[in-house]
């Protein structure tokens, strides 16, 4: 038994499979939902799989990268977590394999002895503008069964979605403060 990609049902079971055999029991809310996680779960494990494989590395690091890799002068250790949206411990733990690897760096502020901030090493731009490119590499493969067009209008169309999700995200925030 094949889903509506081909693959078989018994090589991996995904959020979709589950409503597949009764999709008129589930809102088309839902079953959208679904598809949306369904995507980017298929499309973060092949990415996890793929910097594992041809950089050794993991997608958290390579998210910690990305993120220093932005800027020059680097960032707070608190900031990082907040843009990566994990305990400041997972980053801490993150940032010392690192900096043991030379990759990245620690300054810790002159004024503030609790403010470190991190920035990546000449090697650690290196290493991360590889990585970095192939990603793109890998997303364009992933993608390149979609004309230019469509990915386009998904584009639009997610953007419209991101817009409903804020809104009702929004409203739900108004009624709870009673406005």
């Known amino acids: 038994m094949s889903d509506t990609n081909g693959a ?3 090589d991996y079971i995904d959020a979709e499979y589950a409503v597949r055999d009764n999709p008129h029991d589930h809102r088309s809310e839902l079953r959208l939902w ?3 996680l369904t995507c980017a779960n298929l499309i973060e494990a092949e990415i996890r799989k793929r910097l594992r494989e041809q950089f050794d590395t993991t997608l958290p690091r390579f ?3 990305a993120q220093l890799f932005r800027t020059e002068d680097g960032v707070l250790l608190g900031e990082l977590s ?3 949206m994990v305990s400041n411990g997972n980053v ?3 940032v010392e394999r690192l900096v043991q690897e030379g990759l990245i760096e620690r300054q810790v502020s002159e004024t ?3 403010a470190v901030r991190v920035r990546m090493t ?3 731009r ?3 503008a590889k990585m970095a490119e192939a990603h793109g590499d890998w997303i364009a493969e992933m993608l390149g069964g979609l004309s230019e067009n469509d990915r386009e209008r998904l584009w639009n169309r997610l953007g419209g979605l991101k817009g409903s999700v804020r809104g009702a995200i929004a409203g739900r925030d108004d009624e709870r403060k009673g406005k």
């Open 8 to 10: 078989a049902a018994q």
């Open 34 to 36: 679904l598809r949306l």
């Open 63 to 65: 998210d910690l990268m």
């Open 82 to 84: 907040q843009r990566m």
């Open 92 to 94: 801490t733990g993150l």
């Open 112 to 114: 503030d002895r609790r």
């Open 122 to 124: 000449k090697r650690g």
């Open 126 to 128: 290196a290493v991360f």
